[in-house]
């Protein structure tokens, strides 16, 4: 009994130096990347897709018209006349333009763009922004800045998943909450497609086929990034948010098409993802049994207390039930990275996307 427990215990030792290290390496990585506003005065247009109704679609396309930034053009994008955005996008006073299908064989965001871009091509700098996205005043304004420095291939922010719904929404709060910190190392950073700002000149004439059969507008936005040896500047400035009512069937649809999406753009999210995720579930679980043998063994549960401490930091708020969200996120994760590994195909709004990598033919 004795030598199996310290085997135990010295695997468990190990697991958690490794939590602890990664946990270190991301308080010395983390914050923005400083970019100054008011450093790009380029003319910008910022492309809106949308499709359906969000919960605050009205008051999310009246936040772009309150932008502090000089020199921008919001134009809408829906699939037809008849689409629920298009009262929304009339109340707010919102400029708006029919999708051209045919530019696109990819998703219908990544058509919507293009049509966009194809109809107003004298912009110097295309920002998109999710419909279901809401801006603080100087979202655009730091948003385009970093391109200001030839060096930088796109801009991108990432939201703070607002609950105004039940529990799931909290869950998808905190689910949300691994991408921030993601974004704050330039070793896991991602372009977001939900607030992203590019120049003109990123997408060429060629790329513009490889585009239009992307699933992913974000993960094709990053690819030509890539390509041109251009970096990803993330704009932390907690800016913009996106408010979430899910419940449980709403959630999980969206967290494994989300993951689904990932692995698709790097396979690597999946192992490093199961790695990461049974270690720390492994030893949650361990750690919570083996403190009913010795209180000692509490330590074990280090990690699990700076990730709950590093929630509540970024939820801003006290929500008692992020504790109980905590102890399951490990599970949820891993049941996405499963799900998500084996799906062949997505559903968004309506609409069925073959995943396919549109970067290898």
């Known amino acids: 009994m004795v030598l199996p427990l310290t085997l135990l215990v010295g695997f468990l030792s190990l697991v958690w130096l490794g939590l602890m290290l990664l946990n270190l390496a991301g308080v010395v990585s983390a914050g923005n990347d400083g970019y100054e506003e008011g450093k790009n005065l380029a003319r910008v247009l910022v492309i809106v897709p949308c499709k359906g109704r969000d919960a605050t679609l009205e008051e999310n396309l009246l936040s772009l018209k309150e932008q502090n930034y000089r020199n921008y053009k919001i134009i809408a994008v829906v699939d037809s006349e008849s689409d629920k955005a298009v009262g929304p996008i009339k109340r707010a006073g919102i400029d708006y333009i029919i999708s051209e299908k045919g530019h696109a064989e990819g998703s219908g965001k990544v058509a919507a763009i293009i049509t966009a871009i194809r109809r107003f091509s004298n912009f110097d700098i295309y920002v998109n922004v999710d419909s279901?996205?809401?801006?603080?005043?100087?979202?655009?304004?730091?948003?385009?800045?970093?391109?200001?420095?030839?060096?930088?291939?796109?801009?991108?922010?990432?939201?703070?998943?607002?609950?105004?719904?039940?529990?799931?929404?909290?869950?998808?709060?905190?689910?949300?909450?691994?991408?921030?910190?993601?974004?704050?190392?330039?070793?896991?950073?991602?372009?977001?497609?939900?607030?992203?700002?590019?120049?003109?000149?990123?997408?060429?004439?060629?790329?513009?086929?490889?585009?239009?059969?992307?699933?992913?507008?974000?993960m094709a936005v990053s690819h030509f990034a890539r390509k041109k040896g251009l970096a990803i500047a993330f704009v932390d400035k907690h800016m913009i948010s996106v408010n979430t009512d899910d419940n449980m069937a709403r959630f999980l649809e969206w967290s494994n098409r989300q993951t689904a999406l990932s692995i698709l753009g790097n396979r690597r999210v999946l192992y490093y993802g199961l790695l990461f995720y049974s270690a720390q579930a492994l030893l949650l679980v361990f750690g919570a049994a083996l403190s009913l043998y010795s209180l000692w063994y509490l330590i074990l549960l280090l990690p699990f207390a700076i990730g709950i401490a590093k929630t509540y930091r970024r939820a801003g708020r006290l929500y008692l039930s992020l504790i109980p969200i905590a102890f399951i996120m490990n599970f949820i994760f891993l049941a996405n990275l499963i799900v998500g590994a084996g799906m062949k195909s997505i559903e968004w709004r309506g609409s069925v996307y073959r995943l396919r990598d549109p970067f290898q033919g």
């Open 132 to 218: 279901d996205v809401y801006c603080k005043k100087g979202h655009i304004s730091s948003l385009v800045s970093p391109l200001a420095d030839r060096r930088i291939g796109v801009a991108t922010a990432y939201p703070y998943f607002n609950p105004i719904g039940g529990f799931w929404s909290k869950v998808k709060m905190a689910w949300g909450f691994v991408g921030n910190g993601m974004m704050e190392s330039t070793v896991t950073r991602f372009v977001w497609g939900g607030s992203m700002a590019f120049r003109k000149d990123l997408i060429g004439a060629s790329d513009f086929k490889v585009f239009r059969k992307a699933v992913s507008d974000d």
